[in-house]
């Protein structure tokens, strides 16, 4: 058991750690994988189970973000990607994924030396819990009526930003599909390469 929970509190904490774990598992497969196919699946379930945890976490509104953008927009790019790549990821030798390898490390050594100067986790003083922040954790729940306060500020303060930057993710995939050349001249250039093999 995990100290310090029990009930509702504890079946919570379960699931969560549940929803980590799967995370991990998958992350790890995603790493270990060379089909493109298995990797850009993987990865939209990635997508969902990280929904299904900010669901858990009472972000509902970063969760249809997730699954919409990462298990939805984002698989359907790779699949249509994939027609224009190979269906399986080369081998890379070791020694050359030594220096990704050492960045990532001194990236993550550098975001825990900044953590550092975090304040403590729930500390009335911080910047967060203070200024603004106050105003809407007192305003939200008579006026809004939502519990989660990070969705009703995005849902209805800052509705027409929220209703904008969805905008922006659909005229940014629009592009990205049409500059991958799907429809017609697509088809037509398909239809062209079988041609030319025979």
Same mark, same amino acid.
């Given at each position: 058991?995990?100290?310090?929970?029990?009930?509702?509190?504890?079946?919570?904490?379960?699931?969560?750690?549940?929803?980590?774990?799967?995370?991990?598992?998958?992350?790890?497969?995603?790493?270990?994988?060379?089909? *493109?196919?298995?990797?850009?699946?993987?990865?939209?379930?990635?997508?969902?189970?990280?929904?299904?945890?900010?669901?858990?976490?009472?972000?509902?509104?970063?969760?249809?973000?997730?699954?919409?953008?990462?298990?939805?927009?984002?698989?359907?790019?790779?699949?249509?990607?994939?027609?224009?790549?190979?269906?399986?990821?080369?081998?890379?030798?070791?020694?050359?994924?030594?220096?990704?390898?050492?960045?990532?490390?001194?990236?993550?050594?550098?975001?825990?030396?900044?953590?550092?100067?975090? /304040?403590?986790?729930?500390? /009335?003083?911080?910047?967060?819990?203070?200024?603004?922040?106050?105003?809407?954790?007192?305003?939200? /729940?008579?006026?809004?009526?939502?519990?989660?306060?990070?969705?009703?500020? *995005?849902?209805?303060?800052?509705?027409?930003?929220?209703?904008?930057?969805?905008?922006?993710?659909?005229?940014?995939?629009?592009?990205?599909?049409?500059?991958?050349?799907?429809?017609?001249?697509?088809?037509?250039?398909?239809?062209?390469?079988?041609?030319?093999?025979?």
């Amino acid at each position: 058991m995990i100290a310090g929970y029990s009930g509702a509190d504890l079946a919570i904490a379960l699931i969560n750690v549940l929803l980590l774990g799967l995370l991990f598992v998958i992350g790890v497969a995603i790493a270990r994988m060379r089909s *493109l196919f298995a990797i850009v699946m993987l990865s939209g379930i990635y997508s969902l189970i990280s929904a299904t945890w900010f669901v858990a976490l009472d972000a509902v509104d970063v969760a249809f973000t997730e699954a919409a953008v990462g298990a939805g927009i984002s698989t359907a790019l790779l699949l249509g990607a994939m027609l224009l790549t190979a269906r399986t990821a080369k081998p890379e030798p070791f020694a050359r994924s030594i220096v990704p390898i050492l960045v990532v490390i001194a990236t993550g050594a550098m975001l825990v030396y900044a953590t550092i100067d975090l /304040p403590a986790f729930g500390d /009335p003083d911080s910047p967060a819990n203070t200024y603004v922040g106050t105003d809407y954790l007192e305003r939200t /729940p008579q006026e809004i009526a939502v519990p989660n306060i990070v969705t009703a500020v *995005l849902a209805s303060y800052r509705g027409f930003d929220t209703l904008g930057e969805t905008g922006v993710v659909f005229t940014a995939a629009l592009a990205v599909i049409l500059l991958l050349g799907f429809g017609e001249r697509s088809l037509s250039a398909t239809f062209n390469r079988k041609k030319d093999k025979k």
